[in-house]
Antibody, heavy 118, light 113 residues
Framework: QVQLVQSGAVVKKPGASVKLSCKAS????????IHWVRHAPGQGLECLGV????????TYAQRFQGRVTMTRDTSTNTVYMELSSLRPDDTAVYYC???????????WGQGTLVTVSS | DIVMTQSPDSLAVSLGERATINCKSS????????????FAWYQQKPGQPPKLLIN???TRESGVPDRFSGSGSGTDFTLTISSLQAEDVAVYYC?????????FGQGTKLEIK
């Protein structure tokens, strides 16, 4: 069965960086894009960007350009998302989700809570 | 980015009654060449990731009860739960996947009256 398993919760100080992982299984890794979506307290769902595991090409949402980097490791079927210059308002649950360009997100990871606090 | 606006923000409905949630997009998400609306509905329960309920505006995902239905086209869409069950208490989100980045509505919290 398709699974996306994410790394555990982290606490970071303002200004630091965080790198989250999302390990895919149950399907051919290179046939679906992986998106990163966050859900901040009291806010809606927000997409940070997407990576194509085939060649590693990425598209980032404009408001995260310069702060987010997505990479993948095809030997372990894992996608990574690094967010830098963290601020308290980056506190959120971060999800990875499977979905090709122009498609909805059919499978989601369990989520990773990132807390940014001094 | 396309802005998705849901109404209402919250809704309380009696068990067995109909629940209706609306979503409006700031521009059309209908792709004329294939006549498909690049639009989806998700359900999120506390402590869980969102679950895809309906894609292409009206296609139920496998395993989704038939009391859930989606309708609409272009810029105006509706999610209807025909007979509310206790397990339907959740926050519901609409999403457009017509342009990048995909964007979501602010969510509608559905409760039991």
């Amino acid at each position: 069965q398709v699974q996306l398993v994410q790394s555990g919760a982290v606490v970071k100080k303002p200004g630091a960086s965080v790198k989250l992982s999302c390990k895919a299984s149950g399907y051919t890794f290179t046939t679906y894009f992986i998106h990163w979506v966050r859900h901040a307290p009291g806010q809606g769902l927000e997409c940070l960007g997407v990576i194509d595991p085939t060649g590693g090409s990425t598209t980032y949402a404009q408001r995260f350009q310069g702060r987010v980097t997505m990479t993948r490791d095809t030997s372990t079927n894992t996608v990574y998302m690094e967010l830098s210059s963290l601020r308290p308002d980056d506190t959120a649950v971060y999800y990875c989700a499977r979905g090709n360009n122009g498609d909805s997100f059919d499978y989601w990871g369990q989520g990773t809570l990132v807390t940014v606090s001094s | 980015d396309i802005v998705m606006t849901q109404s209402p923000d919250s809704l309380a409905v009696s068990l067995g009654e109909r629940a209706t949630i609306n979503c409006k997009s700031s521009q059309s998400v209908l792709y004329n060449s294939n006549n498909k609306n690049y639009f989806a509905w998700y359900q999120q329960k506390p402590g869980q990731p969102p679950k895809l309920l309906i894609n292409w505006a009206s296609t139920r995902e496998s395993g989704v009860p038939d009391r859930f239905s989606g309708s609409g086209s272009g810029t105006d869409f509706t999610l209807t739960i025909s007979s509310l069950q206790a397990e339907d208490v959740a926050v519901y989100y609409c999403q457009q996947h017509y342009t990048s980045p995909p964007t979501f509505g602010q969510g509608t919290k559905l409760e039991i009256k």
